[in-house]
């Protein structure tokens, strides 16, 4: 009976890239044991194809790229151990040293961002317009970013309207100061808001100032009130008190004669009491 030999993986030596397989790495070990230059480098090419194809990173039918080829080779070389010699290779051999070797970290940004919602992007573009020297250029830059404010904020909100507040985000990111005019201006002008409807806002804003006003003036009167019948109370409650504390006096004085006469009599009655005890019979 022939006796067959068993082999494990674990006695095995290491796979390089687990991403081909053993298959792939026993082929390179194979190439390395070839003696031709030409026959060694014809083979290298076939063992690029059969990688192309088992490498799972790499979808069917795709474009031969450079991309692509320099990492296919770069692969190749470093399942050889960096030992491969082939004639006319498309790719220089990569250096050793990158096995193993950490990435740079990236360098994040920590610059504050006065409005995130906005971005970096747009605040920049806002310091672009502030530093215009002409003023109708300066006013066609705060126009197109108005609209792009709209554009970004009705991505992510569509329902709430806050056409009017575009220009104060503008005025918090530029660090400036619109006159009503310009506020007016860019509203209507920068397709933001037609001017109907900004007049109906300024009426509805009017007339708002107009009631919280009347409401801190009623607050005022309904506080004064409140402390003049405070005050009221507190005079009617002394009076109050000043009555109790004199009818209180004249009930106990009242009380207190009776009791006196009382006392008196008994008094009188105990003394003669006595003297007829200590009197001597009539003979």
């Known amino acids: 009976m022939a006796s067959f030999e068993t082999f494990y993986n ?5 796979i390089v890239l687990r991403e081909y397989g053993r298959t792939v790495q026993e082929m390179c070990d194979t190439l390395l ?42 692969d190749l070389h470093i399942i050889c151990n960096f030992e491969l010699d082939i004639t006319d290779a498309p790719f220089p051999t990569p250096e050793s040293d990158i096995m193993g070797k950490k990435p740079v970290p990236l360098t994040y940004q920590r610059k504050k961002i006065k409005l995130r919602h906005y971005g970096k992007h747009l605040e920049l573009l806002v310091k672009e ?6 003023s109708e250029e300066q006013y066609q830059a705060y126009g197109f970013i108005l609209r792009l404010m709209k554009t970004y904020y009705s991505g992510w909100q569509v329902d709430n309207n806050r056409d009017n507040n575009f220009v104060d985000d503008i005025e918090t990111l530029a660090g400036i100061e619109f006159t009503e005019e310009l506020r007016e201006r860019l509203l209507i002008e920068g397709g933001i808001i037609d001017p109907a409807t900004l007049n109906r806002l300024k009426q509805r804003q009017a007339s708002q100032k107009q009631n919280n006003h009347n409401n801190r003036n009623q607050n005022n009167r309904n506080h004064h009130q409140n402390n003049r019948n405070h005050n009221n109370n507190n005079k009617t409650n002394k009076n109050n008190n000043n009555n109790t504390n004199g009818n209180s006096n004249g009930n106990t004085n009242n009380n207190s004669q009776p009791n006196n006469l ?3 009599n008994n008094s009188n009655n105990r003394n003669r009491n006595n003297k007829n005890r200590f009197r001597k019979p009539n003979k």
């Open 10 to 14: 674990t006695s095995k030596h290491h």
């Open 33 to 74: 044991k070839m003696e031709n230059k030409d026959q060694r480098t014809k083979t290298a090419h076939t063992i690029i194809e059969v990688m192309r194809q088992v490498n799972p990173t790499i979808p069917n039918n795709a474009p031969k790229d450079n991309d692509t080829e320099n990492k296919l080779w770069d």
């Open 129 to 134: 317009a502030t530093q215009k020297t002409d």
């Open 262 to 264: 009382n006392n008196k």
